[in-house]
């Protein structure tokens, strides 16, 4: 009888995934884990010849298996409730919140990303207020101590030894974990009021805007996916503001908008502020008369903060390094006399390599 | 291909096992060949031609062999066949070796040559030269179906990574086999157990390796861990193998033998080496060391003999000093044994053990070191309490994650889960217990499949 149930039932789980996965057709994207999947390769005695044929199959095999969100939800709980693991593909959660492991200093990078900052600032920078800020990731305010994580102070000491002509804003001490989304690396818009604060105290400018909150319910943040387990999602808030209408936005040479509402439910939501990520967006405020113009160097996070400075300025212009080198920004920006405000995340700082020459 | 791959579980097994089962008797063997012919082909597009010679050349070789039995020409056949197979394994295998070796004595500087390494090809030449010199000897009468030799040089459970299946073995079951429910289902068991071996246990504690030398500040304790994180991952992934390689073939009504024995509760070297990695050493001691004399010779003769077989033991597994610095570690320590220790270890069982432990440790640093001088170092590091810290929080953090990995490895290395196993046989709930047990891993299995993306089996590269 046992031997009759483990032969069936082999033949029945191998057997059944075999015709389920022929059966069910292709998908071309994996919104969990954010990227294309491999489609039935082309196959030729060429391809055959030198195997990609064969290792584009392997892996359309993975990536096109039913259940796949499942199955790796399912070692996911192996991975941390049968072997006790602290991480799954460097991935842990803590108190409700998805981590993403950042370890060690990459001190190569860190001194890249000052060498990068400072020969921004000797070529285009010579007659401009600046001013640096550091982001802390979310990993900066784990508390528990067992976690490998970067050593921030010396991340920020370094830093600011290298930059230290440069005016520096310190934000680790108005920032706290739920300002951070849950099952995302980014800081919540809705929370940045403090951070706003700190900046005019040093920048010289007070915002008084009024804002009302707008709320997508069922963000999946970029950890969702990674983590593979069943969490709740996070309530996107944006903040609106009468001020907003009149704003324009150019987003690379093409009309845009501050929220981008069709970004919502897409693969990230968060693209909701200014569209995601691009080279060069530029915010013009009409109702502002100060003449006063700022220049962001930024990453991610630049996109949800931006909006929260915009009644303080004419003109921001937002430059992320990482979509576009030195050349092209030459070419579409002209340096005066405006502020400066580099502004980057202790993650990037960590990975400089994607900044552009 | 893998056996551990979403592509063998879920679309050659499931394919193969309904066209060999739906076909009739005589047909089986054809439907094994072609499918292990095609699942060389997947991984092997290549080199296919050099199975399918080695498949016709042994065949009429030993046809020949038994025609001619007995006389000078077999001799001379014989010793052809043998030329014709180590030159194949030498040219593929040892010709970057030598060049890089003959390079550096005397300066010159012979272009490396674009060889790529067949796989498998350690496994099927040692088949075929045992079955050739066991036809040359009289010991097995020589194959007079190529259909069914063929079978045996290529069947897919062991072709790519062993056990090194000797023809006698399944002679019989090549011509006749039968498959039940008993035989299907006890493959199936295992073959489970021997892919969780190597997707849950040695593939998790491959990661563990990478953390703990890829530590920033290495710590005694993380050079420890390593050592013993390295020598579970070869035996789980080894014998993974072996596993999987028994179990389907049972699922098919062939019996291959053991190739291994819970090699790490060995009391002693000699006896660490009648558990792993059976089928090389019993062949390397049936057709290498027996033919040299064994140890009924003069003392310097069996020193020989038994130096002779370590090396080629090592020079099997690679084309690098350190397989070859290997196989010669366990002469040594095996003479040193033989001479010294054996009356000692047999008394002291404890010490023993941890003798034999600390000895297979630094095997498997050597064994899977790169360059003979970061050998050194990874075992001096075990002992340098002058320049290393004991431990620090990176070597804690993976000590906690992986503790549970460990502790499931190391009772997984021992019989003792198989003993507690074998003693619930007679419970009625087994009946159901064991199936979900088995199925259940299956499907974790599966799950971690997909969730990875790169596997290669460490064995492959032999």
Do not use: C, H
């Given at each position: 009888m046992k031997e009759k149930v483990i032969t069936f039932s082999f033949i029945f789980i191998i057997g059944g995934f075999f015709l389920l996965n022929v059966i069910t057709p292709d998908k071309d994207v994996s919104w969990s884990e954010r990227r294309t999947y491999q489609l039935f390769p082309e196959i030729n005695w060429k391809q055959i010849q030198n195997k990609n044929a064969m290792n584009s199959f392997d892996q359309y095999a993975l990536d096109q298996f039913v259940l796949r969100d499942t199955f790796r939800s399912l070692k996911a709980h192996v991975v941390f409730n049968l072997f006790h693991q602290l991480d799954n593909n460097q991935i842990f959660v803590k108190d409700g919140y998805i981590f993403k492991s950042e370890y060690p200093n990459n001190e190569e990078s860190i001194k890249r990303f000052i060498e990068k900052i400072k020969k921004l600032k000797s070529q285009y920078l010579l007659h401009n207020k600046i001013y640096y800020s550091i982001i802390p990731d979310k990993n900066y305010y784990l508390k528990d101590s067992i976690y490998l994580n970067l050593n921030y102070d010396d991340l920020y000491q370094t830093v600011r030894e290298g930059l230290s002509e440069l005016e520096y804003i310190e934000l680790r001490d108005v920032l706290s974990l739920e300002d951070y989304y849950h099952t995302d690396t980014h800081w919540r818009q809705e929370r940045l009021d403090k951070v706003v604060t700190r900046l005019g105290?040093?920048?010289?400018?007070?915002?008084?805007?009024?804002?009302?909150?707008?709320?997508?319910?069922?963000?999946?943040?970029?950890?969702?996916?990674?983590?593979?387990?069943?969490?709740?999602?996070?309530?996107?808030?944006?903040?609106?503001?009468?001020?907003?209408?009149?704003v324009i936005v150019d987003n690379y040479e093409k009309e845009s908008v501050l929220y981008n509402i069709d970004k919502l439910g897409s693969m990230d939501s968060y693209d909701v502020f200014l569209s995601g990520s691009t080279p060069l967006v530029t915010i013009e405020n009409p109702n502002q008369k100060n003449g006063k113009e700022l220049i962001i160097f930024r990453d991610s996070y630049g996109s949800s903060?931006?909006?929260?400075?915009i009644s303080s300025y004419s003109k921001i212009i937002l430059i992320d390094l990482r979509y576009m080198n030195t050349k092209a920004m030459e070419k579409l920006v002209t340096f005066k006399e405006q502020d400066v405000l580099i502004l980057y995340s202790t993650l990037l700082i960590n990975n400089s390599i994607s900044i552009k020459d | 291909m893998l056996f551990s791959s979403v592509t063998f579980l879920y679309y050659f097994l499931p394919i193969f096992l309904l066209i060999y089962f739906v076909i009739p008797s005589k047909g089986k063997n054809l439907v094994l060949l072609l499918f292990s012919l095609f699942f060389y082909f997947y991984g092997e597009p290549k080199y296919i031609w050099i199975l399918i010679f080695s498949c016709i050349f042994n065949f009429y070789m030993g046809k020949f062999l038994e025609k001619n039995f007995h006389t000078k020409k077999a001799t001379y056949l014989f010793i052809f066949s043998l030329l014709v197979n180590f030159g194949l394994l030498f040219y593929f295998k040892y010709t970057n070796f030598a060049i890089r070796n003959i390079n550096s004595i005397l300066g010159l500087n012979i272009p490396i040559l674009q060889i790529v390494l067949p796989i498998g090809i350690s496994f099927f030449t040692f088949q075929t030269v045992g079955y050739i010199?066991?036809?040359?000897?009289?010991?097995?009468t020589c194959s007079h179906n190529i259909l069914h030799f063929a079978t045996y040089v290529t069947l897919f459970p062991q072709l790519v990574a062993g056990p090194i299946v000797r023809y006698q073995t399944v002679e019989e079951e090549l011509r006749k086999r039968k498959t039940t429910y008993e035989t299907f289902s006890k493959g199936v068991g295992r073959f489970v157990i021997g892919l969780s071996k190597k997707v849950l246990l040695a593939n998790v504690l491959g990661e563990c390796c990478n953390a703990f030398m890829g530590l920033s500040v290495p710590t005694i304790l993380s050079t420890w861990l390593h050592a013993i994180a390295v020598t579970l991952q070869i035996y789980f992934d080894f014998s993974g193998y072996s596993d999987m390689a028994i179990g389907l073939g049972l699922m098919l009504g062939f019996h291959f033998l053991e190739n291994f024995n819970y090699p790490l509760i060995a009391s002693s070297i000699t006896d660490f080496w009648r558990r792993w990695h059976i089928s090389l050493s019993s062949w390397l001691k049936d057709y290498i060391y027996i033919p040299l004399g064994g140890s009924r010779v003069l003392r310097w003769k069996w020193i020989r003999n038994i130096l002779i077989v370590w090396f080629c033991t090592g020079f099997w597994h690679g084309a690098e000093w350190n397989f070859i610095l290997w196989g010669l570690y366990f002469a040594l320590l095996l003479l040193f044994e033989k001479i010294f220790l054996k009356k000692f270890l047999q008394n002291h069982k404890v010490i023993a053990h941890i003798y034999t432990l600390f000895c297979i440790l630094i095997s498997f640093l050597i064994f899977n070191g790169e360059g003979l001088g970061n050998i050194g170092n990874e075992i001096i590091h075990l002992f340098d309490f002058k320049n290393l810290p004991f431990m620090n929080h990176e070597t804690l953090y993976y000590m906690r994650s992986y503790g549970v990995l460990f502790m499931i490895a190391v009772i997984a290395s021992t019989p003792i889960l198989t003993n507690f196993v074998n003693r619930l046989q007679n419970k009625k709930w087994i009946i159901w217990v064991e199936p979900i047990y088995y199925m259940g891993l299956l499907l974790i299995c599966t799950a971690f499949l997909i969730d990875a993306s790169f596997n290669p089996f460490l064995y492959f590269r032999f």
């Open positions: 105290q040093q920048m010289g400018f007070i915002s008084s805007t009024n804002y009302s909150e707008k709320i997508y319910k069922s963000f999946y943040g970029v950890y969702y996916g990674q983590a593979a387990l069943q969490l709740k999602p996070d309530d996107l808030v944006y903040l609106e503001s009468d001020e907003f209408k009149n903060l931006a909006p929260l400075l | 010199i066991d036809v040359y000897r009289g010991k097995v």
